[in-house]
């Protein structure tokens, strides 16, 4: 699946601006590379098990959904909010924050890992990425609007499964090869962010909408020998 791939490509140019001194703070092995990086892949492995979790649980709400009728719908209004979040995923947390007891249970989660961190040394890291995938974030609840869309709670665990692993590149390379980026670096991630959440929620609704993309080529005259 595209979509999910192009989200999490976005989700990790969000998350180095939004979650990057949290990837730092994570207790990690002294100087080895091979040890830093193994310990990486244990807490994201521990992210995407929470995403994929969602995904089943999102899937099967959209499984209700459709049943009443409204399959397309889902799509196509999936497609319009990833869109949406194109403009206001950097400021998304904060909105959702602000909603009653919502505030109460991001503070929660902070808190559970900050004892994780001071309390096992080193350790932890796979109990540390389970929490952090509950975290508020805009990208995740994009991705959670196209695991609706699937409609299925098999396909909606894949989708945000994938949405995970597409956000494994970058945020493994500012752990492991050099932890930071240049603040012109940032300045087109957040250019570069909004263009791969538009083409997302632009395949969301194309397949809400049922276009048959092949009727372009009917337009265009192919070249042939004909026979008389």
Known sequence: ?????????????????????????????????????????????????????????????????????????????????????????????????????????????????????????????FSLGLLNGLLPCGMVYAALAGAISTTNSMEGGIFMALFGLGTLPLLLTVTVAGRSFSHTIRKKMKVVQPILLTLAGLLLIQRGLHVDLSLFESAVPKAGYECH
């Open 1 to 125: 699946m595209l979509t999910p791939l192009l989200l999490g490509l976005a989700g990790s140019l969000h998350c180095i601006g939004m979650c990057g001194p949290l990837i730092l703070a994570i207790p990690l092995p002294a100087a080895e590379r091979r040890a830093v990086m193994l310990q990486m892949l244990v807490y994201h492995s521990g992210r995407i098990l929470t995403y994929s979790a969602l995904g089943v649980l999102f899937g099967l709400l959209g499984k209700g959904i459709a049943i009443a009728g409204f399959q397309q719908i889902i799509s196509v209004a999936a497609g319009f909010f990833i869109v949406a979040m194109a403009f206001v995923a950097w400021r998304f947390e904060k909105l959702v924050t602000a909603l009653p007891g919502f505030g109460a249970f991001t503070r929660s989660i902070q808190l559970r890992m900050g004892k994780l961190i001071n309390s096992h040394p080193g350790g932890a890291t």
